[in-house]
């Protein structure tokens, strides 16, 4: 096998199986892809940015033996369809979550989680503001769990208890995924703009690092989804 391929090789893989059961007739995800693309669009450009700065620092770099070295924005194309890719495959698993766990919604303690975490987001971001990797990532984080509060009205389809659930269900692949990524490795990291903690060779940043693409991915679905169906019921009102 070419080398070279490695990185679309990992990607493919993630794919397949969300892919394949979103035409599960009780989820039926598949109905549902006309509303994903705008808010996959959104997270994916401002990530791209962010990735492109970072490599251009030499916060990460990719190993030229694993990738194609076709390039757009400065990274690899197989990173820029890292932002699509895994998305996907966690939006799936949160409708599943809705699907098949109705009772989860509009739990309290969904919220407190998410508050908590925020809090801490902005203070590791403050306490470590010379590493770039950690301030941004928590940071970042932070923020934007806080505009979900702040805004409630325009996220008003968010539902922090199946978002968290669904992501300790989602860390499993994720971290698996970015095992192969950085164990192989694909992906490089200067430690002296990170913590230096890995969970196996995994930066810790990067739990958090997927926890905001995914929560900005799910929270732009809601916003969509949830104008659709109002449109919907409009009309036909």
């Given at each position: 096998?070419?080398?070279?391929?490695?990185?679309?090789?990992i990607?493919?893989a993630?794919?397949?199986?969300?892919?394949?059961l979103s035409?599960?007739?009780?989820v039926?995800f598949?109905?549902r892809?006309?509303?994903?693309?705008?808010?996959?669009?959104?997270?994916?450009?401002?990530?791209?940015a962010?990735?492109?700065?970072f490599?251009k620092?030499?916060?990460?770099?990719?190993?030229?033996?694993?990738?194609?070295g076709?390039?757009?924005?400065?990274l690899?194309?197989e990173?820029?369809?890292f932002?699509?890719?895994?998305?996907?495959c966690?939006?799936?698993?949160?409708?599943?979550i809705?699907?098949y766990?109705?009772?989860l919604?509009?739990?309290?303690?969904?919220?407190?989680?998410?508050?908590l975490?925020a809090v801490?987001?902005?203070?590791?971001?403050?306490v470590?503001?010379?590493k770039?990797y950690?301030?941004?990532?928590f940071?970042?984080l932070g923020?934007?769990i806080?505009?979900?509060?702040v805004?409630?009205?325009?996220f008003?389809g968010?539902?922090?208890?199946?978002?968290?659930?669904s992501y300790?269900?989602?860390?499993?692949?994720?971290?698996?995924?970015?095992?192969?990524l950085?164990?192989i490795p694909?992906?490089?990291?200067?430690?002296a703009?990170n913590?230096g903690?890995?969970m196996y060779?995994?930066?810790f940043e990067?739990?958090?690092?997927?926890?905001?693409?995914?929560?900005?991915?799910?929270?732009?679905?809601e916003r969509?989804?949830?104008?659709?169906?109002?449109?919907?019921?409009?009309s036909?009102?």
């Amino acid at each position: 096998m070419n080398s070279h391929y490695t990185y679309y090789i990992i990607l493919a893989a993630s794919l397949a199986g969300p892919l394949a059961l979103s035409f599960d007739k009780k989820v039926a995800f598949y109905k549902r892809w006309k509303y994903l693309v705008i808010p996959m669009l959104i997270p994916a450009a401002l990530y791209v940015a962010w990735d492109s700065f970072f490599t251009k620092e030499g916060v990460w770099w990719f190993n030229e033996k694993y990738i194609t070295g076709h390039r757009l924005f400065g990274l690899p194309i197989e990173e820029i369809l890292f932002f699509f890719v895994v998305p996907y495959c966690c939006v799936f698993v949160y409708e599943c979550i809705r699907c098949y766990f109705p009772n989860l919604k509009k739990k309290v303690w969904g919220n407190r989680v998410l508050q908590l975490i925020a809090v801490l987001s902005i203070i590791a971001g403050a306490v470590f503001y010379d590493k770039y990797y950690t301030s941004w990532t928590f940071f970042f984080l932070g923020i934007f769990i806080g505009m979900v509060y702040v805004w409630k009205s325009w996220f008003k389809g968010f539902d922090a208890v199946s978002f968290v659930v669904s992501y300790i269900i989602i860390l499993v692949p994720f971290l698996i995924v970015n095992g192969f990524l950085t164990a192989i490795p694909v992906v490089l990291y200067n430690d002296a703009e990170n913590l230096g903690i890995r969970m196996y060779t995994i930066p810790f940043e990067d739990t958090f690092y997927g926890m905001l693409l995914i929560m900005m991915n799910v929270a732009l679905y809601e916003r969509v989804l949830k104008r659709e169906q109002f449109k919907s019921k409009n009309s036909k009102g």
